[in-house]
């Protein structure tokens, strides 16, 4: 009964969409038609796995490159960060970076160039985690062909491991005695972490690291939430708005616009069609993630709008009245980035 009124609460928001003009994009129909009915289905896959590790035709990883490298959204949001990284890190002469969810290093191989910039670094410590074990060997040969092309002296240490299986003692281990600068990066990492128990230990692991700065990049929107109708609602609602942005980028072709679409559709999937043993794109709001993080003893810190300017075409760009960066399309709120320090 409660599944029958979830499909019928859908069949109304898209009539209450189309009454209010807004066009929504075919692919996503498509795609939000077949989950509806993998769901009715009652369809479970064979293996409970991790979105990173599954086999589809092109794996998500590389999907991911696309997102990381030429989604002006995450790159915006990923400029932001290294900002925010650059001016934490002036005057250190060592500091050390904890990645959490390193994946192929692309976000990284950026940092590092730009810290060149800051002239009394002398050496940077790179603590990588990563659950790919192929974007794990991807980012380590970056690393070893560039290591000694960098002005100061690079260190990395790389933990093929999910995020929520580290300790303290497996990070601590690899920071430097003498480090005082510890910077921790974890971008579009911890929603697939399942478990609220899970997200809380982690952060109260980098609350006892005592980092100076972490940045957190996540996407805005609550797929954690146990009411599958609400649940299939708020995930419509949130790709739906992420499918029509995609069509408004003159920065891709069709078949990269089509690939990214793929890379949503196989998130998008998780919340309307798996079992809650089996999903793992568990997506939560900024003020969830503040309040997890409140939890821990970790301190959001206020971006201040006077050092950044960023302009997106199509896009809502905002510090919200909590200090975090949000980026919104057509008032849905799509990805945010929160600056945090222990």
Same mark, same amino acid.
Request: glycine letters at 4%; proline letters at 4%.
């Given at each position: 009964?409660?599944?029958?009124?979830? +499909?019928?609460?859908?069949?109304?928001?898209?009539?209450?969409?189309?009454q209010?003009?807004?066009?929504?994009?075919?692919? +996503?129909?498509?795609?939000?038609?077949?989950?509806?009915?993998?769901?009715?289905?009652?369809?479970?896959?064979?293996?409970?796995?991790?979105?990173?590790?599954?086999?589809?035709?092109?794996?998500?990883?590389? #999907?991911?490159?696309?997102?990381?490298?030429?989604?002006?959204?995450?790159?915006?949001?990923?400029?932001?960060?290294?900002?925010?990284?650059?001016?934490?890190?002036?005057?250190?002469?060592?500091?050390?970076?904890?990645?959490?969810?390193?994946?192929?290093? +692309?976000?990284?191989?950026?940092l590092?160039?730009? #810290?060149?910039?800051?002239?009394?670094?002398?050496k940077?410590t790179?603590?990588?985690?990563?659950?790919?074990?192929?974007? #794990?060997?991807?980012?380590?040969?970056?690393? %070893?062909?560039?290591?000694?092309?960098?002005?100061?002296?690079?260190q990395?240490?790389?933990?093929?491991?999910?995020?929520?299986?580290?300790?303290?003692?497996?990070?601590?281990? %690899?920071?430097?005695?003498?480090?005082?600068?510890?910077?921790?990066n974890?971008?579009?990492?911890?929603?697939?972490?399942?478990?609220?128990?899970?997200?809380?230990?982690?952060?109260?692991?980098?609350?006892?690291l005592?980092?100076?700065?972490?940045?957190?990049?996540?996407?805005?929107?609550?797929?954690?939430?146990?009411?599958?109708?609400?649940?299939?609602?708020?995930?419509?609602?949130?790709?739906?708005?992420?499918?029509?942005?995609?069509?408004?980028?003159?920065?891709?072709?069709?078949?990269?616009?089509?690939?990214?679409?793929? +890379?949503?559709?196989?998130?998008?999937?998780?919340p309307?069609? #798996?079992?809650?043993?089996?999903?793992?794109?568990?997506?939560?709001?900024?003020?969830?993630?503040?309040?997890?993080?409140?939890?821990?003893?970790?301190?959001?810190?206020?971006?201040d709008?006077?050092?950044?300017?960023?302009?997106?075409?199509?896009?809502?760009?905002?510090?919200?009245?909590?200090?975090?960066?949000?980026?919104?399309?057509?008032?849905?709120?799509?990805?945010?980035?929160?600056?945090?320090?222990?």
């Open positions: 009964m409660l599944m029958q009124q979830a +499909f019928i609460n859908l069949e109304n928001w898209i009539k209450e969409n189309n209010a003009g807004i066009k929504m994009d075919s692919v +996503f129909l498509s795609h939000l038609e077949k989950g509806i009915q993998l769901k009715k289905s009652n369809w479970i896959p064979e293996t409970i796995q991790n979105t990173y590790l599954k086999e589809f035709e092109i794996p998500q990883i590389l #999907l991911f490159d696309l997102l990381t490298n030429k989604f002006p959204l995450v790159t915006a949001c990923q400029q932001i960060a290294e900002k925010a990284f650059i001016k934490q890190a002036s005057g250190f002469s060592e500091l050390c970076i904890l990645d959490i969810g390193i994946g192929r290093g +692309f976000q990284m191989m950026r590092l160039d730009a #810290l060149q910039e800051v002239e009394s670094i002398q940077v790179l603590i990588g985690v990563e659950i790919s074990n192929d974007a #794990l060997n991807f980012t380590l040969t970056q690393l %070893q062909e560039r290591k000694n092309k960098f002005k100061f002296e690079l990395y240490h790389m933990m093929n491991s999910p995020v929520e299986l580290i300790t303290y003692d497996m990070i601590k281990s %690899q920071i430097p005695a003498d480090c005082k600068c510890l910077l921790v974890a971008s579009l990492t911890l929603h697939h972490i399942q478990k609220i128990e899970s997200r809380l230990n982690l952060f109260s692991i980098i609350k006892k005592n980092p100076q700065l972490m940045i957190l990049i996540e996407p805005d929107a609550d797929t954690m939430n146990e009411d599958y109708g609400q649940r299939l609602l708020n995930a419509a609602n949130h790709f739906s708005a992420l499918y029509n942005y995609v069509n408004t980028l003159d920065c891709m072709n069709k078949e990269e616009a089509d690939h990214l679409k793929s +890379f949503f559709a196989n998130d998008f999937f998780d309307i069609v #798996l079992p809650d043993s089996h999903r793992f794109e568990r997506l939560y709001t900024s003020p969830q993630w503040i309040d997890l993080l409140s939890s821990a003893g970790l301190k959001t810190i206020h971006f709008p006077n050092n950044y300017n960023i302009q997106i075409p199509n896009i809502d760009c905002k510090i919200m009245n909590e200090g975090y960066f949000n980026f919104s399309y057509c008032g849905t709120p799509i990805i945010s980035v929160i600056a945090v320090e222990s």
